[in-house]
């Protein structure tokens, strides 16, 4: 499975906890003001993984207006939940607007690409089926 943008090895920071507690509590306005403090912003776009549990990751994303994630697929189901701006999902041959608020469900597979239509974020959520790694049902 591709990583999320940013999320490879020289892009990884260090968490002050583990990111796969019983519970975890996020302020999404004070993550988005350190992504936009940090200098991958300054290309167009950062992201960081706040959940990490075997079966499901959810990954904040910042875009500067105009960047573009380019199309890709996950090996999981998604879901993509609009916080902030205004971004595209092109997928299946459909253009999908998520504003603030909006959500949009693909299952596991589809390609997409993403873009910012303003300065934006998104929480993105992605759910296996079962372990990692695991072919067993």
Do not use: C
């Amino acid at each position: 499975m591709p990583q999320p943008p940013n999320e490879g090895p020289s892009h990884r920071r260090p968490h002050s906890s583990s990111m796969a507690e019983p519970y975890l509590e996020f302020d999404l306005g004070r993550e988005l003001e350190q992504l936009h403090r940090e200098p991958e912003w300054e290309r167009g776009q950062n992201a960081r993984t706040l959940v990490k549990y075997d079966t499901m990751r959810v990954v904040l994303t910042a875009l500067k207006a105009g960047a573009r994630i380019p199309e890709h697929r996950t090996d999981g189901r998604i879901t993509v939940h609009s916080v902030r701006g205004r971004i595209v999902v092109h997928a299946e041959g459909r253009t999908f607007d998520l504003p603030v608020g909006a959500v949009l469900a693909l299952d596991q597979g589809v390609r997409h690409d993403v873009e910012a239509v303003e300065d934006s974020a998104f929480l993105l959520t992605i759910a296996w089926p079962g372990k990692r790694g695991d072919t067993a049902s």
